[in-house]
T-cell receptor, first 114, second 114 residues
Framework: KAGVTQTPRYLIKTRGQQVTLSCSPI?????VSWYQQTPGQGLQFLFE???????NKGNFPGRFSGRQFSNSRSEMNVSTLELGDSALYLC?????????????FGPGTRLTVL | DQQVKQNSPSLSVQEGRISILNCDYT??????FLWYKKYPAEGPTFLIS?????DKNEDGRFTVFLNKSAKHLSLHIVPSQPGDSAVYFC?????????????FGKGTKLSVKP
């Protein structure tokens, strides 16, 4: 079974631009969560989607948004990019929404904002 | 305020010896704990988990211990192998609360020397 895939793997943008990242979960997985990893803050939860609905959201500004499609694929969007948005963005999928449903992570998208 | 803390940023161990990675948490609502391992340029990989109704869980060379009164958990790797060299993240979740929202520590980089 294929793992979680994320595209693109690397991205360079300039301040003020917007970016869209994509995540394809493991087949059969219906929950997709997004995390931001930075050296200073570590791994921080962004949001979680299940059945095309955002179920949970972390403490990030409204510039960060996402959506989930009927096939469980998910996208996240960051508008008006800032230098501090440079990070590794990780997507994780799980079968369901229980905390005991193991989250499997993709390799991440490395975003650099210049 | 960090709810999950890994106070040792790095740990170096000789091959064949025991590696002990520690994690402290502050939120008494957490009742499910996980350890993930991360290699460079890859997403975190699930290692082992433990529910708060247990105080120990084993899986091969990996054992997680939970001390609820001290709000402390530890991951033991015995025997340590060079391939175990990676960053280890402790994560916590509230089974009864929000789903899909893992709170991560900042990680401990383990180096296993041959």
């Amino acid at each position: 079974k294929a793992g979680v895939t994320q595209t693109p793997r690397y991205l360079i943008k300039t301040r003020g631009q917007q970016v869209t990242l994509s995540c394809s979960p493991i087949s059969g997985h219906r929950s997709v969560s997004w995390y931001q990893q930075t050296p200073g803050q570590g791994l921080q939860f962004l949001f979680e989607y299940f059945s095309e609905t955002q179920r949970n959201k972390g403490n990030f500004p409204g510039r960060f948004s996402g959506r989930q499609f009927s096939n469980s694929r998910s996208e996240m969007n960051v508008s008006t990019l800032e230098l501090g948005d440079s990070a590794l963005y990780l997507c994780a999928s799980s079968l369901g929404r229980r905390a005991t449903d193991t989250q499997y992570f993709g390799p991440g998208t490395r975003l650099t904002v210049l | 305020d960090q709810q999950v803390k890994q106070n040792s940023p790095s740990l170096s161990v000789q091959e064949g010896r025991i590696s002990i990675l520690n994690c402290d948490y502050t939120n008494s609502m957490f009742d499910y704990f996980l350890w993930y391992k991360k290699y460079p340029a890859e997403g975190p990989t699930f290692l082992i988990s433990i529910s708060s109704i247990k105080d120990k869980n084993e899986d091969g060379r990996f054992t997680v211990f939970l001390n609820k009164s001290a709000k402390h958990l530890s991951l033991h790797i015995v025997p340590s192998q060079p391939g175990d060299s990676a960053v280890y993240f402790c994560a916590a979740s509230a089974v009864q609360g929000s789903q899909g929202n893992l709170i991560f520590g900042k990680g401990t980089k383990l180096s296993v020397k041959p």
